[in-house]
């Protein structure tokens, strides 16, 4: 029920409107219509109407997280139209139970076993689950006409490198934050773009002609590997293990960053008895210059 009241001068009105969106299938097909009355949040001005901000919206590696567990334990997977909640068991009649608990207190849609989600469609395979985002590739080249475009196989160039210093032609920011913002997006199921983003995305202020194209060869990489994916197996010892490389030593942008990083390697060289030039073993290393 609303009660409309009239507005005191010390209040801000925060205006609403309706957003339409197609749910669809992962063919592409039309699943249903959906309708929000969704508020302008950009009305409101911090520290006055309002002092936190948050955001209920899962992150992509707790979906992947979810996932993992439940292909490690051999867990079926159902999903539900309320919150796009995940519900496993270990029997068919305590899942349903728990689905009929749900759907006594909200309204309930059960779309059965778990196969399209958030955009990334789920595929079981004997090895475990197949995450694939294709359709979601497919629009984003759509919509920024690169569907035609001529594919590639290398997501960057090894020659051009992208610094903040560059001289080239300003382009429309908001087109070019539009792309990032949907390429980070892919990251739930393509890891293996991650760096190439993470660079563009250091220049969404004001990205110019030379950062549009680099852009542009990642969304080629992406019309070559459409349909690669991310395959969760189920493996005997559950672990969590984690990787990290880092290439700090190319990073023009910061001055001196280079110089302090081959100092610093000199050091840890020195320091375990191997000579900065061959790697063979030195009882004395000497000591070397480095220019400033």
Known sequence: MWDLVP????????GCKFVFRKKRNPDGTINRYKA???AKGFHQRPGIDYSQTFSPVVKPATIRLLLTIAVMNGWSLRQLDVNNAFLHGNTLSFVNDIIKKLGSTFS????????????????????????SQHK???????????DNAKDTLTLMSTTAKLTVHDNSE???????????????YLG????????AVNRLSQFMQKPTTNYWT???????????????????QKHDQFQLKTYSDADWASNTDIPGFNHCFHHLHWILIQSHGLHASNGQS?????????GH
């Open 7 to 14: 507005p005191t001068p010390c209040q801000n009105l925060v």
């Open 36 to 38: 929000r009355l969704v």
């Open 108 to 131: 309930v849609k059960d779309t059965g076993p778990l196969h399209f989600c958030l955009g990334v469609e789920v595929i079981p395979t004997p090895q475990g689950l197949f995450l």
């Open 136 to 146: 979601y590739i497919r629009d984003l080249l759509s919509r920024t006409s690169m």
């Open 170 to 184: 300003y382009v429309d920011s908001t087109e070019y934050r539009k792309t990032i913002g949907a390429l980070q």
């Open 188 to 195: 739930l199921t393509r890891p293996d773009i991650a760096f």
């Open 214 to 232: 680099a852009a542009k060869r990642l969304l080629r990489y992406l019309k070559q590997t459409m349909f690669h994916g991310l395959l969760l």
């Open 282 to 290: 030195q009882d004395h290393p000497q000591k070397q210059n480095f």
